[in-house]
């Protein structure tokens, strides 16, 4: 089974610039997540989806960050204009839409912003 | 609001002894589930075990086992015969149960070496 493929990998960008992560989920997860991870902190939720509808994104900094799961599969997430402090791990996780089943995440997209 | 706390930052351990990491969370849920993920430097979160809520016995998985207290709200992971592979960061997480918003909820993370 394919897990949750992330890329880029890795991004370095200068302040005010955009960058944009896109996540491919397992197939058949209607549940997908994106988490912000600081350096030497716990992941932070930013947007939750069910299937391509938003179903928690209380903690994503609108005024620069967006994100779009269109028709319910693929997922990009996006910072304009991007600050410093966006730098960071975004990870991408999947799961099932049952009640305590497992997420599974991607690798992971280090952001750097210089 | 839910919350999980760890209160370690770092943990060590000997090879082929025994270590506890603890977690405590808060929530007015009675449905939940708690999971403890392992994060090794090559950064993919990996499940290490899953506990149910309205389950009293403790989930095992071969080496790893918790102590979960629901009236203490704490969700230790005991990792018996410590292995140099164990060496990760280790998360605790909550996830409530039912409804659409079964958002997955992450601590601080427990940094764990493994010394030979």
């Known amino acids: 089974e394919a897990g949750v493929a992330q890329s880029p990998r890795y991004k370095i960008i200068e302040k005010r610039q955009s960058v944009a992560f896109w996540c491919n989920p397992i197939?058949?997860?209607?549940?997908l997540y994106w988490y912000q991870q600081i350096l030497g902190q716990g992941p932070k939720l930013l947007i939750q989806?069910?299937?391509?509808?938003?179903?928690?994104d209380s903690q994503l900094p609108k005024d620069r960050f967006s994100a779009e799961r269109l028709k319910g599969v693929d997922s990009t997430l996006k910072i304009q204009p991007a600050k410093l402090e966006d730098s960071a791990v975004y990870l991408c996780?999947?799961?099932?839409?049952?009640?305590?089943?497992?997420?599974?995440f991607g690798q992971g997209t280090r952001l750097t912003v210089v | 609001a839910q919350t999980v706390t760890q209160s370690q930052p770092e943990m060590s351990v000997q090879e082929a002894e025994t270590v506890t990491l603890s977690c405590t969370y808060d929530?007015?849920?009675?449905?939940?589930?708690l999971f403890w993920y392992k994060q090794p430097p090559s950064r993919q979160m990996i499940l290490v075990i899953r506990q149910e809520a309205y389950k009293q016995q403790n989930a095992t998985e071969n080496r790893f086992s918790v102590n979960f207290q629901k009236a203490a709200k704490s969700f230790s992971l005991k990792i018996s015969d410590s292995q140099l592979g164990d060496a990760a960061m280790y998360f605790c997480?909550?996830?409530?149960?039912?409804?659409?918003?079964?958002?997955?909820?992450f601590g601080t993370g427990t940094l764990l070496a493994v010394q030979p």
């Open positions: 997480a909550y996830r409530v149960g039912g409804g659409a918003t079964n958002k997955l909820i």
């Open positions: 197939s058949g997860h209607a549940t």
């Open positions: 929530t007015s849920e009675s449905d939940y589930y």
């Open positions: 996780a999947s799961s099932l839409a049952i009640p305590g089943t497992e997420a599974f």
């Open positions: 989806f069910q299937n391509n509808g938003v179903v928690d």
